[in-house]
């Protein structure tokens, strides 16, 4: 029997990614759906042909597994509600926009043992996983520096609005490249500095984020998270890794991938990128962890690992860029 799984919230567009991964399955099937603006429901329900449930308990009643994509904010609400009948589930990222909603995840899934795994797809990456394997291998020697970036278009909407996404640039932006870097160095940060501004569109939130992250094992890195690229931008961003060791570098572009058509004609200029279903792997990865096939990572762990780095960033900026210290 196919496992059904229920969307807990769709507000974030990566939710449309995830369903589209599960309609090609026979394991498993996207079965209904939750969300509390109406004409969201209504149009991702007709997309997928799922069952449109009237409220979060209705949607646990119908499903076997759950895919959380709310706004930032509802996060711990439906990790909560979800850890209340021990349902498998998937977390959209930032896991948590601030210290009291880390906590309660954290409380929520210790007592109840559920399963809760953190959306970072980027962990899923070839590309990614062919730098981690080379510098495991010693190809650079010892690691020094990496200098990353996760740039992209301002995405507007509620994650401009603070009360729904606890944040802009940084908390969007900061948490997929210090996933990778825990994950590549196999320690958080212990001391985070970081700078925010108001530069690209000069409102209220952050739009432009840079931080500077130092290890244990000496290593420090750079990471520009900022909202910089403008909506006519041929893709909606970027993740790169330029990774310095004392025997070489190895520079990754994670989607750097694509096509360019210019046309004389209307003078037009078209790019369409290629390579792997991200997306697709993360939910292939998920559904093995719900099976007992796989661990369930990135876990809840790694998740409130990669919301702290974010979380120490606006300490950071708020007192000026000074060294902030990350307790671990």
């Known amino acids: 029997m196919a496992l059904r799984i229920g969307f807990l919230g769709v507000a974030h567009m990566h939710a449309w990614g995830y369903a589209h991964g599960l309609k090609s399955r026979t394991d498993a099937q996207a079965v209904a759906v939750y969300e509390a603006d109406p004409a969201m429901a209504e149009r991702f329900a007709n997309d997928f042909g799922v069952e449109r449930c009237a409220s979060p308990e209705a949607l646990l009643d119908a499903a076997d597994a759950l895919i959380v994509c709310s706004e930032n904010m509802l996060h711990a609400e439906y990790v909560e509600l979800a850890a209340s ?38 962990r899923f990456s070839p590309a990614y996983r062919k730098l981690k394997e080379r510098v495991a291998n010693g190809d650079i020697g010892k690691l020094r520096a990496v200098c990353a970036t996760n740039r992209g278009s301002c995405p507007g909407g509620w994650f ?34 970081a700078q925010t501004g108001h530069n690209m569109y000069g409102e209220t939130w952050e739009d432009t984020a840079m ?59 078209t790019h369409a990128g290629y390579g792997s279903n991200l997306d697709a792997l993360l939910v292939d990865g998920f559904l093995a962890a719900v099976r007992g096939d796989g661990p369930a990572v990135p876990s809840v762990g790694d998740g409130l690992a990669a919301a702290r780095v974010a979380l120490a960033g606006y300490a950071s900026a708020a007192q000026g860029g000074a060294p902030v210290a990350l307790a671990i």
């Open 85 to 122: 009948r021990r349902k498998p589930t998937l977390c959209e990222k930032p896991l948590a926009p601030n210290a009291e909603h880390a906590r309660r995840i954290a409380t929520a899934v210790e007592a109840s043992g559920m399963l809760l795994m953190t959306a970072f797809p980027c």
């Open 160 to 193: 401009v609005q603070v009360e729904h996404s606890g944040g802009g640039a940084m908390i969007d932006h900061v948490v997929h490249v210090a996933d990778l870097l825990h994950d590549l160095l196999g320690e958080e940060p212990v001391r985070v500095q």
């Open 211 to 269: 931080l500077t992250l130092e290890y244990p094992c000496g290593v420090f890195a750079t990471l520009d998270s900022s909202w910089s690229r403008p909506k006519s931008y041929k893709t909606w961003g970027d993740v790169t890794m330029n990774v310095v060791g004392e025997a070489g570098v190895i520079e990754m572009d994670m989607f750097g991938w694509g096509a360019d058509l210019y046309r004389n004609a209307d003078m037009r200029h």
